[in-house]
């Protein structure tokens, strides 16, 4: 029997939004996702995810959070988007806080993994700079570096990060992936439409045939593909659609131990063991 695989779901504090950017409702009027000249009634705290990985092959980060600096200078940190994504980073939930109090310094970090770069996911990303790899989609590095409408660059200003290619595979909605150790066991899925470059992770069991599905924001919830819920903010959202659709058969896989999306209120931070 192999070395089990630990997944640790961790949150780094919470984001406040409407509830029409992670939840989309054919009657929700346009840009109602902003919050703008909407009541406060509307305004939901989520929880921002991500995820250390205790695999065989090395330690994994999925995703890096809010950064700290969002305590004294959230204004100035997250700029225009703040209206929209305000943040909320309790003393000691900063994933390289959570990291020291479990005894892992960030350069013990063999791979961080980026879902996507939108500011809730890769605000974290110069906590962990000095991890061996910090590593997150072709399509995803090009759109970070050309819209700055969705994204902030700065949150990666002097961070090592590479690019990986997603090749052609029988994974997820759009039959590409980038498959980390070469072995199946920690697969990258491209499921694009809320950001041209967003990936699923894939962690697989070595011993048995259970995998957990990280599902990122291809849904914020499990009521996204419960209830079919694209995410408020989409490039596509035919394209968000597809990759909803794929995410919710595979929550219902009896092969499926945990699917679980970035912002589920419902989910609490917990270990999984592969």
């Not at 000249?37 to 989520?46: A, D, I, L, N, P």
């Not at 605000?123 to 969705?150: F, P, T």
């Not at 995410?231 to 929550?251: H, T």
């Not at 092969?255 to 931070?269: F, G, M, Q």
């Amino acid at each position: 029997m192999t070395q089990p695989i630990k997944i640790h779901v961790l949150h780094t504090g919470t984001v406040i939004v409407d509830e029409a950017l992670p939840f989309h409702r054919p009657t929700d009027r346009p840009l109602a996702w902003t919050g703008l000249f909407r009541s406060k009634k509307h305004r939901v705290e989520v929880p921002v995810s991500v995820y250390l990985i205790e695999h065989p092959q090395g330690l994994i980060l999925i995703d890096t959070g809010w950064n700290t600096v969002n305590r004294d200078h959230q204004l100035r940190n997250l700029s225009f988007q703040w209206p929209v994504n305000k943040a909320n980073l309790p003393a000691g939930q900063a994933v390289n806080e959570q990291l020291a109090a479990m005894g892992i310094k960030t350069s013990d970090l063999d791979y961080v993994l980026m879902s996507h770069l939108h500011c809730d996911h890769a605000d974290g990303l110069s906590l962990v700079r000095d991890a061996k790899h910090i590593l997150v989609s072709e399509e995803e590095w090009q759109a970070a570096n050309h819209d700055h409408m969705r994204y902030l660059p700065h949150e990666w200003k002097g961070v090592p990060v590479k690019a990986f290619h997603l090749a052609p595979s029988l994974d997820g909605a759009y039959h590409r992936s980038f498959d980390l150790f070469g072995d199946g066991s920690v697969k990258m899925i491209w499921e694009p439409g809320h950001s041209a470059g967003l990936c699923a992770t894939r962690v697989q069991s070595y011993d048995t045939d259970k995998y957990v599905m990280l599902a990122a924001d291809a849904g914020y919830a499990a009521k996204s593909w419960e209830e079919n819920l694209t995410p408020g903010v989409v490039i596509d959202r035919a394209e968000a659609q597809k990759s909803l659709n794929y995410i919710a058969k595979v929550a219902q896989d009896p092969k499926c131990v945990e699917c679980l999306a970035n912002h589920d209120a419902a989910v609490r931070p917990h270990v999984i063991t592969l």
